[in-house]
């Protein structure tokens, strides 16, 4: 896939650049210059809010903008304002007003734009406009910023968004919005899509959305944050499929000598009727002493909602468990009003006490869900079935081994029943229902010890509320993908979509195959798929780095759950340095102090660290690192440009107040991470060498100087990106084809 072509925007180029911030590889958004030679380009003024409209109608998207700035400053400042304007694009009904005045403007192809960027660069002493020297530019007349009086601009434009196979990309250009003086109030992108048949996968890249659908062949998805700075363009694929479950495969392989990367996007394709397959239910139920008082009353009220909300056909039961085992009823039931109704009253008189008997528990749970008769429902074959385990502390009563739990709860489940597991509190083994899950096709989750359960239970039964397709197997034909994440694949529910992400060995023409049970029957979707030969372009080099954070999320469950080994670490510490993901397990790669040359000092340090992951199997920490490794398992966005944000927390009390720390001396700048060392910036894939052989084999260029701007001129987009981003005094170390430079920071 192509990316869009752009056809205007009205965000700002506002204050001052974040440090050695980069943008992803695509089209640039506008920006303001002072007219005055003497002013730099990062001046005294910022963005108050960013609020984008976009409504795409047969893969035309109808895009308004609505943003406000203001010059914090103490004078007026004349500006110009640039639109970077890639060799693909095109201008077709751009208006820009500025506070209810229209300002005109011309477009000027590549060559005369690159030379208004170079002068803006030299005289301004600021690479920031680097990436978009290859760009042509949309320029207006020149406008005033009154001091301290808010400034309103209002863009409108079309686009047209380009297609890959059955799979539509709508974009907008967000990424410069990180050079405000301060985080914007507010940041708004809607994107509001019909489309001629049922829209099934929606995904973004690059950003965190929230998906609705009022119809089949109708969807809104919605990016909104506070207090924030973007540091990344919003990209939103969908896709229009034409079987009843919709699939599509992105590839990218940037080295011919090594497997590609992929990632999968599965959906069921929305029904003018939901058709989804009946259900059986089981919820164990934890009542031991610990639940008493308030945690009992909203346990009781997640479970009524569960209850009340069973589709038609499904059965279900509930078994109320502490030292003793008691099910509501001897059996599955149907869902009648009867039923339920009976259920809800005996519920209702469920006290807390006793210990905990978490193994007879998960045996009577098992045994109640194969006591569904299919034949007698007109099944053609049996229908999904779930277990809803929930409890808040340690086995205490019968058998409390955890290895004999996981062991029996296997054999036991014969009936292949899907065990989701909800841990309620800090009191709970963390290893064991993880373990649990996994070897069960299920999920795990977990309630802080002060945060209410309601909105989680139901959540969590939300997800599983309308199974679509059941027991997937997902395979290419003659092409071997090891890594795949996640490993088991769950089921596919109504309005859901699978993320799988993994590597490939043989590029070319191959076949998705996704088996499975579709609605009460065995089925077989097929569907034709190109794996890239090669990678030229950035398109989709989001899925390198996305399916590297997967991979670590893997490699830190296999510490958790089976202990660490050598293995283990080296690839863990090797990923996260190449990659710049830092974890809480990883930190020290971030500290200044730490030589990234010496491999068996940093594997040393990784031990530590693993020891104190597999160490951890209850209380606050046991709970921090499971809700750690589940971030990156489920990821679903690749690592941002800019100062990287540390994935999970290393503290229980930042844990507990969602509260992230931003690492300020690991970025990540265009498809490459680097590492402040001293007063350099070193690219990761040079830092396994000592840092004084990496200088002495650089060569020097002198940032501003003719040598720097014929190295320009060599660049992509990509590449200039990284220079572009260059922090003011400080040096560059990288790799070009090649040849490793030192970037020296100009004197002013």
Request: charged letters at 25%; glycine letters at 8%; hydrophobic letters at 40%.
């Amino acid at each position: 896939m192509t990316r869009s072509r752009l056809i205007g925007s009205a965000a700002l180029v506002i204050a001052s650049l974040v440090a050695f911030a980069a943008p992803a590889p695509v089209l640039a958004d506008g920006m303001i210059v002072p007219i005055r030679r003497d002013l730099p380009v990062r001046g005294s003024w910022a963005v108050k809010y960013h609020k984008v409209n976009i409504k795409v109608r047969d893969q035309v998207a109808d895009v308004t903008v609505d943003q406000a700035f203001v010059n914090t400053g103490g004078g007026m400042v004349e500006v110009e304002y640039l639109f970077p304007l890639p060799p693909t694009a095109a201008i077709d009904g751009l208006t820009l007003l500025v506070d209810g005045k229209e300002f005109k403007g011309k477009v000027l192809k590549a060559d005369e734009a690159r030379k208004i960027y170079e002068e803006i660069v030299r005289s301004k002493r600021d690479p920031a406009l680097l990436e978009y020297v290859n760009y042509g530019v949309f320029k207006t007349s020149a406008f005033p910023l009154m001091p301290g009086k808010e400034a309103r601009v209002v863009v409108h434009y079309t686009d047209v968004c380009r297609r890959d196979h059955n799979l539509v990309e709508v974009f907008y250009p967000l990424n410069t919005e990180k050079f405000s003086a301060k985080a914007l109030d507010e940041v708004e992108v809607k994107v509001d899509i019909k489309a001629e048949g049922s829209i099934a996968a929606v995904y973004s890249p690059t950003h965190e959305i929230t998906v609705k659908r009022p119809e089949g062949d109708h969807v809104t998805a919605v990016y909104q944050v506070k207090g924030e700075t973007p540091t990344t363009d919003f990209r939103l694929l969908y896709q229009a499929p034409e079987k009843e479950v919709g699939a599509t495969v992105l590839s990218y392989r940037p080295r011919l000598d090594e497997p590609g990367y992929f990632l999968m996007l599965a959906s069921p394709r929305p029904q003018a009727e939901k058709k989804v397959q009946p259900k059986d239910v089981v919820v164990l139920f934890d009542r031991s002493g610990s639940m008493a008082g308030d945690k009992l009353d909203q346990a009781k009220a997640s479970l009524s909602y569960v209850i009340k909300n069973l589709n038609e056909g499904d059965r279900f039961n509930v078994v109320v468990y502490n030292d003793a085992i008691d099910p509501l009823f001897d059996r599955l039931v149907e869902n009648t009003k009867a039923n339920v109704d009976k259920a809800l009253t005996m519920l209702d008189r469920v006290d807390a006490r006793g210990g905990t008997n978490i193994h007879d528990a998960l045996e009577t749970g098992l045994r109640m869900a194969a006591s569904a008769d299919t034949r007698a429902r007109g099944l053609k074959i049996a229908p999904p079935k779930y277990i809803l385990f929930l409890t808040d502390g340690l086995p205490t009563i019968g058998t409390t081994d955890e290895k004999t739990i996981l062991k029996d709860t296997v054999e036991a489940n014969k009936i292949n029943a899907r065990v989701f597991a909800m841990g309620i509190g800090y009191d709970v083994n963390v290893r064991l229902l993880d373990k649990l899950v996994r070897e069960n096709r299920g999920v795990s989750s977990y309630v802080k010890e002060k945060e209410p359960l309601e909105a989680k239970i139901s959540s969590l039964y939300g997800k599983i509320k309308n199974p679509v397709m059941t027991s997937l197997a997902i395979n290419f034909t003659g092409v071997k993908t090891p890594m795949t994440y996640p490993q088991v694949v769950g089921d596919l529910f109504d309005g859901d979509q699978i993320v799988l992400v993994g590597r490939y060995d043989t590029p070319g023409p191959t076949n998705l195959l996704i088996k499975g049970d579709y609605l009460g029957k065995q089925q077989t979707f097929e569907y034709g798929v190109e794996l890239a030969k090669e990678s030229d372009k950035f398109t989709y080099a989001f899925i390198e780095p996305l399916w590297a954070v997967r991979r670590i999320g893997y490699l830190l469950d296999q510490i958790q759950l089976n202990g660490e080994s050598t293995e283990v670490i080296d690839e863990l510490v090797r990923l996260s340095k190449q990659y710049g993901i830092i974890t809480p397990y990883t930190s020290f790669l971030a500290d200044e102090r730490t030589v990234l040359s010496d491999a068996s000092g940093l594997r040393a340090k990784g031990a530590a660290e693993a020891a104190d992951l597999g160490g951890s199997i209850s209380g606050g920490r046991g709970q921090m690192h499971a809700e750690n490794r589940a971030k990156m398992n489920t990821a679903a966005q690749a690592p941002k440009p800019g100062a990287a944000w540390q994935y999970g927390q290393g503290k229980v009390a930042d844990y507990e107040q969602d509260k992230q720390e931003q690492v300020a001396t690991v970025l990540n700048a265009g498809q490459r991470s680097f590492y402040k060392r001293g007063n350099q910036w070193v690219q990761a894939e040079l830092t396994s060498r000592k840092l004084d052989e990496v200088n002495k084999d650089a060569k020097e260029v002198k940032q501003f100087s003719d040598e720097y701007f014929a190295l320009v001129g060599k660049n992509n987009t990509v590449e200039n990106q990284i220079l572009a981003a260059q922090v003011p005094g400080q040096e560059l170390v990288l790799e070009l084809r090649g040849q490793v430079y030192r970037i020296a920071a100009a004197t002013h």
